[in-house]
C-alpha cells in the first residue's frame, strides 16, 4: 500500500503542529480549527491519498516518505477502516496512531481531548529534558571558557605583555580646528571603519580644556553593527587637559566582528570651556564626525588607535566605566517608546488620573483639575540605559491651555515618593525641566530633559501639574501622551520657557534646601522681579526664622533658585545670615541638604552638625574673595552678597516675626554688601 499527497502540501504535513487523520466516512468540519492540522485520508485508485479537507484526492501523487509526527488520532467509522493505513505505518514507524472509532466528531471528542492533554503533557517533559541539557552545557562552556581565561593568564604571567599596535592616527589639523562645547554639553559620535577584534587602547585630542571638578566626559566604544558597548569611560574634570588622552581597555578585545564606533558626551558648569580637535585632512563621508544638528563635512576627531593580539596584555586602566559594558545603545535620533508594563506601573491620585483609550489604541493617562490644584504622576522605573534624553508630551484635552503648568522631574529609583514634597534635587541623577506652559500658537507641550552622563539604568519620572488659574475658572482635562527616550544626537534643545515660573513651594514640614552634586550648566531665566543689570534670582524662599529665647542670636535660613549674574549661574544656592554680638554674619555649611557651594571647601570649622564657613565684613573686606581657588566661587560669593539686600527683603516677607524686623535685617545685609571687596575679574 501506497500512501500519496499533493507536492505542495507534504511541508505542512511534517511542520510539527498536533495532526488529525480522518478516513472516508468522517465529517471534519467541526474539528478544522486554528493550530491543528486536519487531513482527510482516502482511498482512490488502489492508494490511499491524504488531502485537506474539501481539496481534490486526485492532485496527491507524491508518496509520503516517513509517516508524520505528532499525529494525536486516526478517526475512522468502524476501527477496521484503519487497518490499510495502519499496516504501512507499521512498516515505517516504530509507534502506531490511537485510532478512535467515530462516524460523528462530537462523538470523538472526549477521547481526543484526553489524548491532546497526554500529548500536552508529554511535550512539556520533553521540554523540561531538554532545558536540563540546556542549563548543563552553558555550564559547561562556562566552565571550559573559565578553564581557556585562566590558561591565557597563566600564559601571560611566562611572557612579557605584548606590545600596542598602532592602527589609526589622525593627527590635529594644523590650523586648530575643533568641535567646541556649545551650553555646556557636548555630544558626538564616529564611526571608525574598523574592526572592534584586539582594540586594546584609544587616545582623544583635547584642543581646550578650561573646566571645574564638576565636569564629566562620557565615551563608549562599541560595536556600529548592534550598538553594544565594548568599552566605556567616566573622565572627571580634574583629568581633562590639553593634549592627548588615552584611555586603555583592561585587556584586547577578542574576535568581535564589528565595525568600532565611538560615542561622546560632554557636560560642563557655566563658564567652562572645552573642544576636542579635528583631525587633518578630509575622510569618508560614512565616517565624518556626527554632531547634535548634523556632521562635519568630510572632518574627523583627531585620535590614535591601537590594537594587541587577545589575552596577551591586561591593565587596570583609569576611569573605566565598567558598568556600562554590553549596554545596547539607542540609534540617533530615533525615539525609543516605553513598554507597556511601564506604564501600568503609574502612580497617581485616585480620583484625578484616570485610564482612557480610543478603540484599540494603547490607554493613556488623562488628569482632571480645578483651578489652583496640583497633583503628580509618578512612573517609579523608568528604564534609561543608552539614553541621553527624556522627552514627555503633554496636551489638554479640555480647558484653557495657557493655564497649565507643567514640570518633569528625575529622581533616584528606589526613593519612595508619596507627596510632591518628597522631590527633592541633592542626588546626582536628580533634574527638573523647570515649570513650562503650552506653546501659545497651540499643539503639545513638550518637556526635553537632559540625562546626567554619569546616570544610573533606572530612574524614577514624575509630572507634576498645576492649574494657574484661580476659581471659577474651568477645570482642566490633560493628557499625558507620550514619554520617549533619545539618544544624544537626536536630543532637541531645552526650550527656553516663554514666561519663567518659579519652582514649587515645600509643603510643611520645611525640607532642606535640594541641590544636584554637581550643578549642571543652565540658562538663568529672566525674572520679571530682579532686574539682570546684577545679579539675580527667579526665586527666594525663606526656610527658617530662628530665635535663641534670651534673643543673643538669630538668623535667617535662606534659599536662591536659579541665580544668574552674566554668564555664571548656579541653580541652587544657600547661606544663612545670621546676627551675632551685632554684627552680620553669612553662615554656609557642608552637610547633607545643602549645596556644594565651593569646588573646594575654605573652612576649617565644624560643629555636632558638620563642618562650616563663616564670613564677616571684615572678611569681605580682606582677602576672602582672593584666596578662593576656582574662579566660579569667587563670583558665586561675590553675587551672593551683592544680591543679599534684594534676597532678605524678598525672604523676611514669608514669615511676620522677621517682617517686623525687616529694617534691622536690611540692615545687615546692607552692611555686608557694602563690606565687599570685589577683585576685577567679578566686578
Do not use: C
Not at 637 to 642: K, P
Request: net charge negative; hydrophobic share 50%.
Amino acid at each position: 500500500m501506497t500512501v500519496l499527497i499533493a507536492p505542495a502540501d507534504l511541508a505542512e504535513l511534517y511542520d510539527g503542529s498536533p495532526t488529525l487523520l480522518a478516513l472516508d466516512g468522517v465529517a471534519l468540519a467541526l474539528l478544522a480549527q486554528p493550530g491543528l492540522s486536519a487531513w482527510q485520508v482516502t482511498m482512490h485508485g488502489g492508494s490511499l491519498r491524504l488531502h485537506r479537507p474539501g481539496a481534490a484526492a486526485e492532485a496527491a501523487t507524491r508518496p509520503v516518505p516517513v509517516p508524520p509526527t505528532q499525529v494525536l488520532a486516526v478517526l475512522a467509522p468502524k476501527a477496521g477502516a484503519a487497518a490499510p493505513l495502519l499496516a504501512w505505518w507499521s512498516a515505517a514507524a516504530p509507534e502506531l496512531p490511537p485510532v478512535i472509532e467515530a462516524a460523528e466528531p462530537a462523538a470523538a471528542l472526549p477521547e481526543l481531548t484526553r489524548l491532546a492533554l497526554a500529548s500536552l503533557a508529554r511535550q512539556a517533559a520533553a521540554t523540561a529534558v531538554l532545558h536540563r541539557a540546556l542549563a548543563a552545557a552553558r555550564q559547561e562552556a562556562e566552565e571550559s571558557r573559565e578553564a581557556i581565561v585562566s590558561l591565557i593568564r597563566h600564559g601571560s604571567r611566562q611572557s612579557p605583555p605584548a606590545a600596542l599596535s598602532q592602527v589609526l592616527a589622525l593627527e590635529p589639523a594644523p590650523a586648530g580646528e575643533a568641535v567646541p562645547a556649545a551650553e555646556g554639553r557636548l555630544a558626538a559620535a564616529q564611526v571608525l571603519g574598523l574592526n572592534l577584534e584586539g582594540v586594546a587602547s584609544l587616545a582623544l585630542h583635547v584642543q581646550e580644556a578650561h573646566v571645574g571638578p564638576a565636569a564629566l566626559l562620557r565615551l563608549r566604544l562599541y560595536g556600529a553593527e548592534s550598538g553594544r558597548v565594548h568599552g566605556a569611560w567616566l573622565v572627571p574634570g580634574e583629568a581633562l587637559q590639553p593634549g592627548w588622552l588615552v584611555l586603555d581597555l583592561p585587556s584586547p578585545l577578542g574576535p568581535v566582528r564589528e565595525t568600532a564606533g565611538l560615542d561622546i558626551a560632554v557636560e560642563l558648569e557655566a563658564g567652562d570651556g572645552f573642544a576636542l580637535s579635528l583631525g587633518a585632512g578630509v575622510t569618508a563621508p560614512e565616517r565624518a564626525l556626527a554632531v547634535r544638528g548634523g556632521r562635519v563635512p568630510e572632518r574627523s576627531l583627531a585620535l590614535r588607535l591601537w590594537t594587541a593580539p587577545f589575552g596577551r596584555r591586561f591593565t587596570v586602566p583609569p576611569h573605566w566605566d565598567a558598568e556600562a559594558i554590553g549596554l545596547e545603545l539607542g540609534w540617533p535620533g530615533v525615539p525609543m517608546r516605553l513598554p507597556a508594563q511601564i506604564w501600568e506601573a503609574a502612580r497617581f491620585p485616585a480620583g484625578q488620573v484616570e485610564w482612557v483609550a480610543l478603540g484599540s489604541e494603547a490607554p493613556r493617562l488623562l488628569a482632571s483639575f480645578g483651578a489652583g490644584r496640583r497633583l503628580a504622576i509618578t512612573l517609579p522605573l523608568v528604564p534609561v540605559n543608552g539614553l541621553d534624553l527624556l522627552q514627555a508630551e503633554v496636551a489638554v484635552a479640555r480647558g484653557d491651555a495657557g493655564q497649565l503648568e507643567a514640570a518633569l522631574w528625575l529622581q533616584p529609583e528606589g526613593v519612595p515618593l508619596a507627596l510632591e514634597s518628597d522631590l527633592v534635587l541633592d542626588a546626582p541623577e536628580a533634574r527638573w525641566s523647570g515649570w513650562r506652559r503650552p506653546p501659545p500658537e497651540g499643539g503639545p507641550l513638550l518637556l526635553p530633559l537632559a540625562l546626567p552622563p554619569e546616570g544610573p539604568r533606572n530612574v524614577a519620572v514624575v509630572l507634576v501639574l498645576r492649574h494657574a488659574g484661580k476659581p471659577p475658572a474651568a477645570p482642566l482635562r490633560v493628557e499625558w501622551s507620550e514619554l520617549v527616550g533619545l539618544r544624544g544626537l537626536g536630543a532637541t534643545a531645552r526650550p527656553e520657557p516663554v514666561n519663567p515660573l518659579p519652582a514649587p513651594p515645600p509643603a510643611e514640614p520645611v525640607r532642606a534646601a535640594p541641590v544636584p552634586a554637581s550643578p549642571p550648566a543652565i540658562a538663568v531665566p529672566a525674572s520679571p522681579m530682579m532686574t539682570m543689570a546684577g545679579p539675580h534670582a527667579a526665586l527666594v524662599r525663606l526656610q527658617e526664622y530662628f530665635v535663641t529665647p534670651d534673643g543673643g542670636y538669630r538668623h535667617l535660613d535662606i534659599w536662591l533658585e536659579e541665580v544668574g549674574d552674566g554668564p555664571w549661574a548656579w541653580p541652587l544656592l544657600r547661606f544663612k545670615l545670621a546676627q551675632r554680638g551685632g554684627g552680620p554674619v553669612l553662615e554656609f555649611r557642608r552637610r547633607e541638604g545643602w549645596p556644594n557651594l565651593f569646588s573646594i571647601w575654605p573652612g576649617t570649622e565644624g560643629d555636632g552638625w558638620g563642618p562650616y564657613l563663616l564670613v564677616r565684613e571684615a572678611d569681605l573686606a580682606g582677602d576672602l574673595l582672593d584666596r578662593l581657588p576656582h574662579q566660579r566661587d569667587r563670583h558665586m560669593l561675590a553675587a551672593l552678597v551683592r544680591l543679599l539686600p534684594e534676597a532678605v527683603a524678598r525672604a523676611v516677607r514669608e514669615s511676620p516675626e522677621a517682617a517686623a524686623q525687616e529694617a534691622m535685617w536690611l540692615g545687615l545685609a546692607h552692611r555686608l554688601a557694602e563690606a565687599l571687596k570685589v577683585p576685577a575679574e567679578t566686578a
